[in-house]
C-alpha cells in the first residue's frame, strides 16, 4: 500500500471509521451494468434511477478526479428510544450527514481538512453520497451487499458510507472476510411489508415503505400499500431486524445529540398535534428527506399508521384532524373515520 494511501486510512480510523478503502475511479466502470440489470428486473424504476449514470462518468463533472476514498462508519452504537422502534427507522433517529452537533459530522469535516493538509484536492456530498456508495465500498472490500440490498461489514448493516474524491491516483484495498447469505435464507424478503424486495438483491423503489414514507406516498388514501405501511411514519426498518446477520449487532453505548429531548415530543399523538411551525423548524431539518413544503405528511403518515392499528384513544386525533390547516391531512381524517367506521 502506498504510503499516503496507508496515512489516509489510518487517519480515518483515528477518527473513528469503522473501515477505509481506496479505489481508482475506473473501478466504477461495471456500476453502468448492475444499473442496466436493475432497469431490466423493474423498468418502472428507470425515472428513478437514470439519474445514478453520473456516477459512472464522474470524471465528466470531475475532470481532475482520479480516486475515491469510501469509509463505513457504525452507528449501531446509539441508544434509540423504545418507543419510537417502528414509527421511524432508526438510520433517520441518529442520521449524523447535515447534523452539526453530532460528533460523526465532525469527526467527518476533520478527516476531510486531513486530506486537504496532505495537499489533496477533495470533493464530496453529504446528503446522498458524491457516488454509489455501495458499490465503491464493495469495491474496496470494506463489505458485502446482501440480499437485502444493504451493505454489511462484520458490524452488521447499521452502518453508513461516505466517499470523497481526489485528485491522485491511490489503492486500498481490503479482502472481505464476511461470510456470503445462507443459500436458502429469505426472511428479508418474506418480512418485506409490500414485497418491495421481490428477490434477492432487488428492490422496487416505488413500493418500498421507507419510500412511501418519504418520497412517494402522496394520496394515502388511495395508496395501494397504505395497509401494508404499518406503523411506520418514517422510513422502514423490516428487512435489517429481521436479518440473522445482524443479530447482536447493535450496541447501544452512546447517545446520540438531542435524540431523547425530541424523542419527548414524538408519538402519533402528538404529530397530529404539532403546529406548522414545529414541523418546520424542528422536525424537517432532523428528518429532511419530506421538504419544509411538505411536512404535512407527517400528519398523514400519523393517521395511516392509527388506521393500521387502531386504539380508541386515536379516535379524538383523528377528528381532531379534520379541522387541520391543510387540505391533505383533512382529507385522510375523513378517510380515516370511514375507514374505521368511527
Avoid at 428507470?46 to 463505513?72: M, N
Wanted: proline share 4%; aromatic share 12%.
Amino acid at each position: 500500500m502506498d504510503s499516503l494511501a496507508k496515512q489516509i486510512k489510518n487517519a480515518a480510523l483515528n477518527m473513528g471509521y469503522e473501515k477505509c478503502g481506496i479505489i481508482k475511479i475506473s473501478d466504477m466502470t461495471g456500476y453502468e451494468e448492475k444499473l442496466n440489470e436493475r432497469i431490466q428486473r423493474i423498468p418502472e424504476i428507470k425515472p428513478y434511477y437514470e439519474g445514478f449514470y453520473r456516477f459512472v462518468h464522474l470524471q465528466d463533472t470531475y475532470p481532475w478526479a482520479k480516486s475515491i476514498v469510501i469509509c463505513v462508519r457504525q452507528y449501531g452504537k446509539y441508544n434509540i428510544p423504545e418507543h419510537l422502534e417502528g414509527l421511524i427507522a432508526k438510520y433517520y433517529l441518529v442520521d449524523s450527514r447535515r447534523d452539526e452537533n453530532s460528533e460523526d459530522f465532525q469527526d467527518s469535516l476533520k478527516f476531510e481538512a486531513y486530506m486537504q493538509e496532505l495537499g489533496l484536492k477533495t470533493a464530496t456530498e453529504r446528503k446522498f453520497g458524491i457516488t454509489a456508495l455501495r458499490w465503491a465500498a464493495l469495491k474496496a472490500g470494506l463489505g458485502i451487499v446482501r440480499k437485502n440490498n444493504f451493505f454489511y461489514t462484520e458490524s452488521g448493516s447499521w452502518a453508513y458510507l461516505e466517499a470523497w474524491l481526489i485528485d491522485k491516483e491511490l489503492e486500498a484495498i481490503e479482502i472481505p472476510k464476511i461470510k456470503e447469505c445462507p443459500e436458502k435464507c429469505n426472511l428479508c424478503i418474506k418480512s418485506c411489508p409490500t414485497s418491495s424486495l421481490s428477490e434477492p438483491y432487488t428492490m422496487n423503489r416505488s413500493s418500498c415503505v421507507s419510500c412511501l414514507t418519504t418520497w412517494e406516498g402522496w394520496d394515502l388514501p388511495h395508496e395501494k400499500f397504505n395497509k401494508e405501511m404499518g406503523s411506520w411514519v418514517f422510513g422502514c426498518d423490516v428487512c435489517q431486524d429481521v436479518c440473522p446477520m445482524n443479530k447482536g449487532t447493535w450496541n447501544a453505548e452512546e447517545e446520540f445529540p438531542r435524540l431523547s429531548e425530541l424523542s419527548k415530543q414524538i408519538s402519533l399523538e402528538k404529530i397530529l398535534q404539532m403546529d406548522y411551525t414545529f414541523l418546520e423548524n424542528v422536525m424537517q431539518p432532523k428528518f429532511w428527506y419530506i421538504e419544509k413544503h411538505n411536512v404535512w405528511k407527517w400528519k398523514t403518515n400519523a393517521i395511516n399508521a392509527m388506521v393500521n392499528d387502531y386504539k380508541e384513544q386515536y379516535r379524538e386525533y383523528i377528528f381532531h384532524a379534520c379541522n387541520d390547516s391543510n387540505v391533505k391531512v383533512r382529507e385522510m381524517a375523513e378517510w380515516a373515520i370511514k375507514k374505521l367506521n368511527l
